[in-house]
């Protein structure tokens, strides 16, 4: 089940929230655990029993290291078997296919065909208990005594399929004792419908742009039609992506918790190093937390450290999805990131203007190379953008005008509000005018209309692609 | 007095979200859309295995969409939203200058269509007497309406390849130099990809010439006209102030039984299809395989190889223009390759046609995968 659907907004959000908000408090936790479960299974009973196992799992492990504190041996093998139990569903479901296709075109041996639906939110799940297990066994946060609780928050619901990555110790506390206060319930709304809008209303609307190019045969496409299309798919892939995360964020302060925030402006970063401490923050942090530091961070010899950004930045490109183009996508920001802490952080703090119109264009290209799985298509595309192989499209010269026609307002719209232009103006006004009521009634009058076009948008759609669910 | 907030946001997602639920539960139940011209699913049916197929869901999900409360409202809130965005598509229509609506044809199948040429070839290769022709889609003769930059093939080149590329077996019918010599611009529906009645007579009686039959006069047919005719291309993209077509075709002045797949009809149109949305579908009772049309006012003649017989071998374009030629033939028997699977050859076989005649919308030609059954 996906938020932006009217099955969600209009049976499973009134059910969920009415039986939440009856039940005792102390039952809580126990109704979030049992709606969590019908939202997770709803697509996919059969991956249920996965479900329970990771719960079980990673909750024995839990209290095995904590019971255990006396004989580090045994600590580290329950860790150790989180690890491998996380790991393991995780490369079964989402790489096998991927790897026995690579060994056979390597050995030239036939290998069974593999392809499996993968089970909702696998990426995110298992990246989510494995900050518990290592956490309790770092000793940063106490073991969850109450299977109940620990399972809520494995399958909670809101984060359970697209993040944010919330670990264990960001809703430890919340999960064993929350005040739900009508502001908090009153902020959850504004950001679940502004994620709503993000999501339905400008996603999906410039989406189809870049859907319609790449059907196209390359030679159909003009270098001007390349970038505006590689422009769509940027705006798309953030407002789909972030639009998630604020719908996730503001059902989680519905619920009572106080999710991370996952994106923080990305496109007015002034350097790739500044995008990544601004696009998907929490996957970025998680990276950080477990395994870049582990393998020593930064405060090691200056081999070593680009040994591991190489680990970080490889994985968190396989972390996508399982093809290479994913891998070369993570590869390119390593060599960029790598670029930048050498030579380029300096200098584009001198020249931002310069900085803030290059990071467009790497960030369009990364985008690309994100987009295309087909790495002749890719190199072709690439091409394209940058004039190689012919700038016009003979057989139709004025396809990027017709574009532009079609999608330019939707593009403005994306990209002013990619920038923090309606927040600061709001903010501003907000300090100036405390209290005003036209100011509050606009706002109210805003978000009821982007409630109900999104509506519109949703029994409309036919075009209702999630990009980000088969991560 | 302590003042009480309010808490406007949570108001409004609560309020609207519990609003719209509920009055969407008490929601009668709707069987068929005529917006959409379409069956409504209207249920799910539960059972184990289907929950745990995922069948139950899926199928729920369709059920929920729907039926949604309000359904078509929403559908033109969402055009008069892309109206504003100043969207120039939606659907596979484009939206032309004046209001004017066409089918987006970007790209299309040359695999296919050498494929549907092959088969006419052979099929032609049979019988001494197949003609055949291709009809432009309407943007062909209004590229002045088109946006800037669409990227519409042009279909005409293409249909002068198709011709070149025919063996002596067949005639040709050029339809799209018919057409291109006309000064009129409306030849087809604004909201629908067919062309008028007036533009099918137009080819009745250009292909009457050319098979050397007298083609009935304008004058003695009584022209029909039915308004508020929306058509397909504005039931996909549901344009906001798009004004509807007047659906016209030429009544006949006898009277003819129709059989459509062996089921007799009065009448070779459906007077009541003329009051509901999709008034095209009244001509021939829709697209059925196998429609013999037949005169009421002659008797049936002795020996049957007295019988004049047309067989018309074609797409949806034909069902406006098959009946005029009641007028010159006892019988017209008109095959619709999309719902006759089997048994054309057959047909033949038995039955004795003075012309064969294929006519096909070029969109219809480059894509059908079913044109093969002409061979079946």
Redesign the interface.
């Known amino acids: 089940m996906v938020f932006s659907?009217?099955?969600f907004?209009?049976?499973f959000?009134?059910a969920a929230?009415l039986l939440y908000y009856l039940t005792p408090r102390r039952f809580k936790n126990l109704t979030l655990l049992i709606v969590s479960l019908i939202f997770y299974s709803?697509?996919?009973?059969?991956y249920l029993p996965i479900m329970f196992a990771s719960m079980l799992i990673d909750y024995t492990c839990g209290l095995g290291i904590k019971r255990l504190g006396h004989n580090p041996k045994l600590r580290k093998l329950f860790l150790i078997l989180s690890m491998v139990f996380n790991l393991g569903i995780l490369f079964t479901f989402k790489y096998t296919g991927f790897f026995l296709e690579n060994i056979e075109a390597i050995t030239r041996i036939p290998m069974p065909d593999f392809s499996v639906q993968l089970p909702l939110g696998i990426s995110f799940y298992t990246f989510q208990t494995m900050s518990y297990t290592i956490d309790v066994y770092r000793g940063d946060v106490q073991a969850e005594d109450n299977i109940i609780n620990f399972g809520a928050y494995v399958v909670l619901f809101p984060q359970l399929i697209a993040g944010p990555i919330v670990r264990y110790s960001d809703v430890a506390a919340e999960l064993k004792k929350r005040r739900i206060t009508?502001?908090m319930?009153?902020r959850?709304?504004?950001l679940?419908?502004l994620g709503l809008g993000c999501k339905v209303l400008i996603a999906n609307?410039v989406g189809s742009l870049w859907d319609s190019t790449a059907l196209?045969p390359l030679e159909?496409i003009s270098t001007p039609m390349a970038w505006i299309a590689a422009l769509a798919y940027s705006l798309q892939i953030y407002f789909d992506f972030s639009g998630y995360s604020l719908m996730a964020i503001g059902l989680g302060y519905m619920l009572g918790f106080r999710f991370p925030q996952n994106f923080n402006y990305p496109y007015i970063a002034g350097s790739v190093t500044d995008f990544w401490r601004r696009w998907h923050m929490t996957l970025s942090s998680w990276f950080r937390e477990y395994v870049y530091f582990p393998l020593g961070g930064s405060r090691c010899s200056e081999g070593k450290r680009t040994r591991n950004l190489l680990i970080v930045w490889g994985l968190t490109g396989l972390w996508h999805g399982a093809s290479w183009n994913f891998v070369l996508w993570g590869l390119w920001f390593f060599v960029l990131l790598v670029i930048e802490k050498k030579w380029l952080l300096q200098w584009y703090k001198q020249h931002k203007v310069i900085a803030h119109l290059i990071m467009p264009v790497i960030l369009m290209v990364s985008w690309v190379i994100f987009a295309i799985t087909d790495f002749s298509r890719l190199g072709g595309y690439l091409g394209k953008m940058f004039g190689i192989g012919g700038v016009v499209n003979a057989?139709?010269?004025?396809?990027?005008?017709?574009?532009l026609?079609?999608?330019?307002?939707?593009l403005l719209?994306g990209i002013i509000l990619s920038l923090p232009v309606v927040k600061t103006v709001h903010e501003k006004l907000a300090v100036r005018f405390p209290g005003n009521k036209i100011l509050?009634g606009v706002?109210?009058v805003l978000?009821?209309v982007i409630?109900?076009?999104s509506?519109?948008?949703l029994?409309?759609s036919?075009y209702n692609p999630f990009i980000y669910w088969n991560f | 007095m302590k003042k009480r907030?309010i808490?406007?946001?949570?108001l409004?997602?609560?309020g609207?979200?519990?609003a719209?639920?509920l009055s969407?539960l008490v929601n009668p139940v709707r069987a068929f859309s005529e917006m959409e011209n379409r069956e409504l699913k209207t249920a799910s049916q539960f059972t184990l295995s289907r929950?745990?197929k995922?069948d139950f869901?899926?199928r729920?999900?369709e059920v929920?969409?729907d039926q949604?409360v309000g359904?078509d409202e929403?559908?033109t809130?969402?055009?008069m939203?892309e109206s504003a965005?100043?969207?120039?598509?939606n659907?596979g229509v484009i939206y032309g200058k004046n209001g004017a609506l066409f089918g987006k044809l970007?790209?299309y199948n040359q695999e296919q269509l050498t494929k549907n040429i092959g088969f006419l070839q052979q099929f032609a290769e049979k019988h001494d007497n197949v003609t055949f022709g291709v009809i432009p889609s309407g943007y062909t003769y209004s590229t002045d309406q088109l946006?800037?930059?669409?990227?519409q093939i042009d279909q005409l080149p293409i249909i002068a390849d198709i011709e070149k590329s025919l063996a002596d077996s067949v005639q040709w019918f050029d339809v799209a130099g018919l057409l291109t010599a006309q000064e009129s611009e409306s030849l087809y529906y604004n909201t629908d990809h067919h062309w008028k009645g007036t533009t099918a007579y137009l080819a009745y009686t250009a292909l009457c010439e050319q098979l050397g039959m007298q083609p009935v006069a304008e004058d003695q047919l009584t022209l029909r006209e039915v308004n508020d005719f929306y058509g397909s291309y504005f039931s996909k993209c549901k344009k906001a102030g798009i004004q509807p077509d007047t659906l016209t075709f030429y009544d006949l002045p006898f009277q003819v039984a129709a059989t459509v797949d062996g089921t007799q009809k009065s009448g070779w149109y459906d007077p009541a299809q003329l009051e509901k949305r999709d008034k095209y579908g009244a001509f021939l009772y829709g697209n059925g395989g196998l429609t013999i049309l037949s005169r009421l006012d002659r008797q049936t003649k002795e020996a049957d190889h007295e019988t004049s017989r047309l067989l018309l071998i074609k797409d949806s374009f034909s069902n406006a223009l098959a009946p005029l030629f009641m007028n010159n033939f006892d019988e017209v028997y008109i095959v619709d390759l999309r719902s006759y699977p089997m048994g054309l050859t057959k047909l033949c076989e038995e039955t004795d046609f003075d012309e064969i005649v294929v006519l096909y919308n070029f969109e219809n030609l480059e894509s059908d995968t079913n044109f093969y059954r002409i061979l079946q």
């Open positions: 659907s009217l099955l907004l209009f049976r959000l009134p929230l709803w697509g996919e009973v059969k009508l502001p319930i009153e959850g709304a504004t679940f419908i609307n196209l159909q057989s139709n010269p004025l396809d990027w005008l017709y574009a026609r079609g999608y330019g307002v939707s719209l509050s706002r109210t978000l009821a409630l109900i076009i509506t519109a948008y029994v409309d036919t | 907030r808490y406007p946001t949570a409004l997602l609560f609207f979200v519990a719209v639920t969407d929950l745990f995922g869901q899926s729920y999900e929920v969409a949604f359904r929403w559908i809130l969402k055009s939203t965005l100043l969207k120039t598509e659907n970007t790209s946006p800037a930059g669409s990227g």
